[in-house]
Structure formats: C-alpha cells, structure tokens
C-alpha cells in the first residue's frame, strides 16, 4: 500500500489539529452516544490527573487530495467528540465543529456539547487550561495518510478485521462507496442520506437473516453464520471488470435504469421493471444501496401483508420464543423470495397458505427449534418434514406461480404437546389442508 512519505507517525493532537481536515461527505452522520462522550471524558482526564507522559487515542486513517486537504476515513467521530471538548474548554477555534453537518449529525453535537460543557465547568479555570493544554500536548493519535481514496478505505477494512469488530454491513457500505468513483459528490451524499435513515439494526437483520440465507439456500447451501468474513456474497461485480457474464449484467442494470426513467416498451409490455433479482449478482457502488433498500422495503411488504392474512387469531403466528422467531424468519424468507421471482401480486391467499403450511408444519413437529433446524429444512434436507424438498432451489427453477401445485407437502407427525401448546396453528393448518 503506498502511503506517503513521512506521513505514518504519531501526532499530539495540536499537531493533528493543525492540519486542513475535512469530512467528505460520504461518512456516516456524527452520533457518539453520550455514554461514549462521557468515557472520552473519563478516560482523558484520568489520564491528566496522573499526568501520564503520553495518551494514545488510537489511529486515523486519512487521504490526501489534490488540494492538500486531508479528508478523514477513519476516526470522524472520535475527532468531532475531541473538538466539542476543547471548544469547552475555551479551544474555540475548531475546524471541524465549522463543517456543514447534516441535521442529525447537529443534535448529536449539540447533546454532547452539553455533557462535556457540564464536565469541564466542574474543573476550576487553572484546571481547565492544563487539561487542555494536555489534551493538545500528551494526548497522541496514529496518524496513516495515503493520497489515494481506494487505498484509505482498504487500508480502513484491513484495520478493522484486526482490531474492534466494525458491523459487516459498515464494511460494506465502505466497499460500495469507494466503487463510486463515477458518481459526483451530489449522489454519494444522496446515497449516504438514504442508507443512514435506516434503522442499523434493521439491516444488520436483513442481511443476517433474510438476505444473506436465501442467496445461500436456492444454491443448497447453508445459509448460517453471516459475519464480516462472508461479505463477499454481496460484494457484486467490479465495476471495472470487463468479462462476458460481467458486461452483461452491468449493461442489463444499466438498461432497467434507463427503461425505469423512459417508462413503457412494447415488448415487454410494463411501464416499470423490478430492478433486482436474489439469484443474480448485483453490481458494485450505488447500486447494491439500491438493492439493499429495495429489499429492506419488499421485506416491509411481506410483513404487512403476513399480518393482515393472519390476524383472525393472534396465535396463528406464535411469538412466545426464539424458536417461533425462526419460524416467523422461515415463512417470511419463502415469501420474501417468491415474491422477487413472480412480484408481489402472486401473493394470493393460495399461495400464503402453501407457504405459512411450509413453515409451521415444522413448529408443530419439533419440540425445540433452533436455526439450525429451519437451515436444514430450507434446503430439504431436515429428516422428520418434507424431507428432498428444497423449496428455495424449487422457487428459483419455476417459470410461473402456479408450478407451485406441483409439489406436495407432507402432513406432519403433529407431537401432541406441540398440538396443545400451538393449538391456534393446528387448527388453521388442518383446515386449509382437511387433516384429520
């Protein structure tokens, strides 16, 4: 990795200060936590108060452009905490706390400024001046510089699959925006914008749970252990690769585009096509931002529509446990995935039954269910229910909705205690499918 000259060294953060920093706009919002405001806090004064030779705040990663301003990578938000503190501490000439920040990003600054504004009008003004000017002094930070975008963010991505476990879907999101490198600043920031509205926790469960096992499943294979060493699957194609399969997925992204934008054709006669496909590989940089909220809203949809077929009695979707959890994941997963292949309008009731008699089929058979058991049945190969049928590989082969009739369940060995304790769901299941 070519990093410049003399620009791996440990900083005082005067030093650091004193550079032109900037935050692109690609980063995330600013939005440490107050408990994390108050432990910077804590740990720095602490470590005045028994007047430690040297601090280290860990290391920021940053690129240099063409301007000689240096744009941070890694470590925005502990920096922007660090300012707040000086600036409180009569430091008010801070460079960053004079950035354009987004409307969250202001009120997270405004919070902490008020928790640290508390904190240091504990101190007494002598105190107050030496603790700044040891947060300047002996407070270090690592500071890594390369002059090219690419390199920062790889050198980000190899710093954190060592050290503090950063969220698979962060990483991700690094990896696509750094693959933008056709799209003006107006689009990263548009694509930033949707992508931090979304509830982090809400993705972290659409690739952990929805996403990551069905493009696993349709192929037969396990679809457990999502983490940061299996972002690959959603990785894409590089956008600079130029291979047959390559250019023809990006020229038939590249076409749904435009058609999407100049509304109806002829041939295939619709005014909109539906722009992602769970057994197709998506492209590299906007649009995997594309495919992920696409996802996280027919998903959204599939919820919806579960709720209001199965709200004449509650318990027909149990929700009491973990295994019921997993359950609920299975059923939504099945329709989830036929309603990418075949739209969501071929979610008629037939359909629904089929799939709900699928899924809790197995929550009156088992005892215990654990992921383990839906991975197992979900690819066919779980040995008390419907055992050779791997419906997710079935889905992906169909050429209609109606090649569902085709496959025919197996009515379960029903555990009579499962029978009792699920009784709403025996009850639905034997009279959509007249068991007796």
Same mark, same amino acid.
């Given at each position: 990795?070519?990093?410049?000259?003399?620009?791996?060294?440990?900083?005082?953060?005067?030093?650091?200060?004193?550079?032109?920093?900037?935050?692109?706009?690609?980063?995330?919002?600013?939005?440490? %936590?107050?408990?994390?405001?108050?432990?910077?806090?804590?740990?720095? @004064?602490?470590?005045?108060?028994?007047?430690?030779?040297?601090?280290?705040?860990?290391?920021? #990663?940053? $690129?240099?452009?063409?301007?000689?301003?240096?744009?941070?990578?890694?470590?925005?938000?502990?920096?922007?905490?660090?300012?707040?503190?000086? @600036?409180?501490?009569?430091?008010?000439?801070?460079?960053?706390?004079?950035?354009?920040?987004?409307?969250?990003?202001?009120?997270?600054?405004?919070?902490?400024?008020?928790?640290?504004?508390?904190?240091?009008?504990?101190?007494?003004?002598?105190? $107050?001046?030496?603790?700044?000017?040891?947060?300047?002094?002996?407070?270090?930070?690592?500071?890594?510089?390369?002059?090219?975008?690419?390199?920062?963010?790889?050198?980000?991505?190899?710093?954190?699959?060592?050290?503090?476990?950063? !969220?698979?879907?962060?990483?991700?999101?690094? @990896?696509?925006?750094?693959?933008?490198?056709?799209?003006?600043?107006?689009?990263?920031?548009?694509? #930033? %914008?949707?992508?931090?509205?979304?509830?982090?926790?809400?993705?972290?469960?659409?690739?952990?749970? @929805?996403?990551?096992?069905?493009?696993?499943?349709?192929?037969?294979?396990?679809?457990?252990?999502?983490?940061?060493?299996? =972002?690959? !699957?959603?990785?894409? =194609?590089?956008?600079?690769?130029?291979?047959?399969?390559?250019?023809?997925?990006?020229?038939?992204?590249?076409? =749904?585009?435009?058609?999407?934008?100049?509304?109806?054709?002829?041939?295939? !006669?619709?005014?909109?096509?539906? $722009?992602?496909?769970?057994?197709?590989?998506?492209?590299?940089?906007?649009?995997?931002?594309?495919?992920?909220?696409?996802?996280?809203?027919?998903?959204?949809?599939?919820?919806?529509? =579960?709720?209001?077929?199965?709200?004449?009695?509650?318990?027909? #979707?149990?929700?009491?446990?973990?295994?019921?959890?997993?359950?609920?994941? +299975?059923?939504?997963?099945? +329709?989830?995935?036929?309603?990418?292949?075949?739209?969501?309008? %071929?979610?008629?009731?037939?359909?629904?039954?089929?799939?709900?008699?699928?899924?809790?089929?197995?929550?009156?058979?088992?005892?215990?269910?654990?992921?383990?058991?839906?991975?197992?049945?979900?690819?066919?190969?779980?040995?008390?229910?419907?055992?050779?049928?791997?419906?997710?590989?079935? #889905?992906?082969?169909?050429?209609?909705?109606?090649?569902?009739?085709?496959?025919?369940?197996?009515?379960?060995?029903?555990?009579?205690?499962?029978?009792?304790?699920?009784?709403?769901?025996?009850?639905?299941?034997? %009279?959509?499918?007249?068991?007796?």
């Amino acid at each position: 990795m070519a990093l410049l000259t003399n620009e791996l060294e440990i900083l005082p953060l005067r030093d650091l200060f004193n550079i032109p920093l900037r935050i692109p706009s690609y980063q995330r919002p600013y939005k440490w %936590s107050a408990r994390s405001t108050n432990l910077l806090f804590i740990d720095t @004064y602490e470590a005045f108060q028994n007047d430690l030779d040297e601090y280290r705040l860990g290391s920021v #990663i940053l $690129q240099k452009d063409h301007s000689n301003t240096y744009n941070i990578v890694d470590g925005q938000q502990r920096l922007t905490t660090l300012s707040i503190l000086l @600036y409180c501490l009569g430091d008010t000439d801070q460079s960053l706390l004079q950035e354009e920040y987004s409307e969250l990003s202001t009120n997270a600054i405004l919070t902490n400024h008020s928790i640290l504004s508390r904190k240091t009008n504990e101190l007494n003004s002598d105190e $107050q001046v030496r603790f700044k000017h040891y947060l300047l002094e002996k407070c270090t930070t690592v500071q890594i510089v390369t002059d090219k975008e690419q390199e920062a963010f790889q050198f980000f991505d190899s710093q954190n699959s060592r050290g503090k476990a950063l !969220a698979p879907h962060d990483l991700l999101k690094s @990896y696509h925006l750094r693959e933008m490198t056709a799209e003006d600043e107006s689009q990263k920031v548009n694509v #930033i %914008s949707r992508w931090e509205a979304v509830n982090q926790e809400d993705l972290s469960n659409l690739f952990k749970n @929805y996403l990551y096992p069905l493009t696993q499943w349709y192929k037969g294979k396990h679809g457990l252990g999502y983490s940061s060493s299996k =972002i690959d !699957a959603f990785k894409g =194609i590089d956008t600079t690769h130029v291979y047959n399969y390559a250019l023809y997925h990006k020229a038939s992204n590249l076409f =749904i585009e435009q058609f999407n934008k100049n509304g109806h054709h002829e041939l295939l !006669a619709s005014n909109s096509l539906n $722009q992602f496909q769970l057994t197709q590989p998506l492209v590299a940089g906007k649009r995997f931002f594309d495919y992920i909220l696409h996802y996280g809203q027919l998903l959204e949809q599939i919820q919806k529509l =579960i709720k209001q077929s199965y709200a004449e009695h509650k318990n027909q #979707i149990p929700r009491k446990g973990t295994g019921d959890t997993y359950i609920m994941q +299975l059923f939504e997963c099945s +329709l989830l995935f036929f309603a990418d292949r075949f739209g969501i309008e %071929s979610l008629n009731k037939s359909v629904l039954d089929y799939f709900y008699t699928w899924s809790y089929s197995l929550r009156l058979v088992m005892n215990a269910v654990y992921q383990e058991t839906t991975n197992k049945y979900a690819i066919g190969k779980h040995e008390r229910l419907n055992e050779g049928l791997d419906i997710f590989t079935i #889905i992906s082969e169909m050429n209609t909705p109606t090649e569902l009739d085709l496959y025919v369940l197996e009515q379960p060995a029903v555990d009579l205690n499962n029978k009792k304790k699920y009784q709403a769901v025996y009850n639905k299941l034997s %009279s959509l499918n007249g068991w007796c």
